[in-house]
């Protein structure tokens, strides 16, 4: 058996308002306006007029009246209430059909098509939810294109060249030296930390990431950072500084994640960072412990800062892959963050520098706690020792 359709339930809906109104009418009108009338005559009789012998047509003239205009009132009434039923059913039901129509071709690929706004509040933002989503998948969609562009080409460089060295050692065009051992060495590396990186991101954004939570004291760990760095940089590079206080709340972490992260964003800084400073800074804040990676390096226009945190995006896409990574780092840290609690933002400013920052729980001391409301609550703490 077929469903009737919105348009039919919503004519049906006030076919079934009006005929109930009008049944409530006539038949209140048909047992009370007769006897309301009677009442009235008697009324008149005793004012002083002979109404008892024409009292019985009266009343069957007043019912014969109030049929008829009945009659018609039901009629007019009803017609007019069928076409505006109808007239606001079609009202209701055009933007529907135009949204329907909208979705089918958005369905088919056409991920440029919006819903009109209209008068109808609730439809309206239904549309606009619509539009919302509509706007997301396009981007959705223009990523993943993105995505598999950058994946071949991540792909295609390493596998090329160990390739074109491969058979110029098997036809004998190359002399094999370490020189040439190193080189495919080293476009093998590149394969396996895509490979890896990919990998780790796919379990980071299923969850299947182990995360040890522990307690972390934050500064040594931002001076092992910087240490490890500062043997690697040269005269010319940029400085690296750590501004932590010593008194820092433990944070609630996995330290070899939160180390992990804080290698991809002073990675990041280095990286696009030629000269100045690059601070690492730390503070508590209400419940959580703050950590920035602050630069002074080239910086980020603000149409493109809300897409750093997503898979393979460059700001400049001309940079070469050996300089600019592989693109998933930032992907990488916002979900090992995001795992261990946390949340992770960033703010730049074009020439000026950049800042990202991530929050972690602050350890709650739960034993000290414990252990302090014994001492208020024993006997012996409640009275003071006696002096021997």
């Known amino acids: 058996m077929t469903k009737p359709n919105l348009r039919t339930r919503l004519f049906l809906s006030h076919m079934i308002v009006m005929v109930v109104g009008l049944s409530t009418l006539i038949t209140v009108g048909k047992v009370y306006t007769p006897r309301l009338f009677v009442l009235h005559l008697e009324q008149l009789q005793g004012s002083g007029f002979n109404v008892i ?170 001076v092992a950072i910087v240490q490890k760095f500062s043997d690697q940089l040269l005269e010319e590079s940029p400085t690296l500084k750590v501004d932590c206080p010593d008194n820092l709340p433990q944070a609630l972490a996995d330290p070899e994640r939160v180390e992990q992260v804080l290698i991809n964003l002073v990675g990041n800084a280095l990286r696009y960072t030629p000269e100045g400073s690059i601070t690492l800074r730390a503070w508590a804040e209400q419940e959580r412990v703050w950590i920035a990676v602050e630069d002074t390096g080239k910086g980020i226009a603000a149409e493109d800062l809300p897409h750093v945190f997503e898979r393979f995006w460059r700001s400049d896409r001309s940079r070469d892959r050996h300089s600019g990574g592989t693109g998933i780092g930032l992907a990488i840290s916002r979900r090992l963050v995001e795992l261990q609690k946390g949340t992770i933002e960033a703010e730049s400013e074009v020439g000026q520098g950049s800042t990202f920052r991530f929050s972690l729980p602050i350890l709650v001391e739960r034993p000290k706690l414990l252990s302090s409301l014994r001492d208020r609550e024993s006997p012996e703490s409640a009275y003071p020792k006696s002096k021997l």
């Open 53 to 222: 012998r024409v009292k019985r047509q009266l009343v069957d003239g007043f019912e014969s009246a109030w049929s008829r205009g009945a009659f018609w009132s039901v009629v007019v009434g009803g017609t007019t209430a069928i076409g505006l039923s109808y007239w606001v059913s079609k009202r209701i039901m055009q933007p529907l059909i135009q949204m329907e129509q909208i979705t089918q071709r958005f369905a088919a690929g056409h991920l440029q098509e919006r819903v009109p706004e209209n008068e109808i509040p609730e439809l309206n933002r239904l549309a606009d939810s619509f539009n919302r989503m509509a706007h997301d998948l396009e981007g959705v969609e223009q990523r993943r294109r993105d995505l598999v562009g950058d994946l071949t080409h991540e792909l295609r460089t390493p596998l090329t060249v160990i390739e074109g060295y491969l058979e110029g050692l098997a036809d004998g065009t190359i002399e094999p030296s370490s020189d040439i051992y190193q080189r495919l060495a080293k476009e093998t590396v590149r394969l396996r930390r895509l490979v890896n990186d990919l990998q780790e991101l796919s379990k980071a954004e299923a969850g299947y990431l182990p995360i040890q939570l522990q307690p972390v004291q934050i500064r040594p760990l931002l």
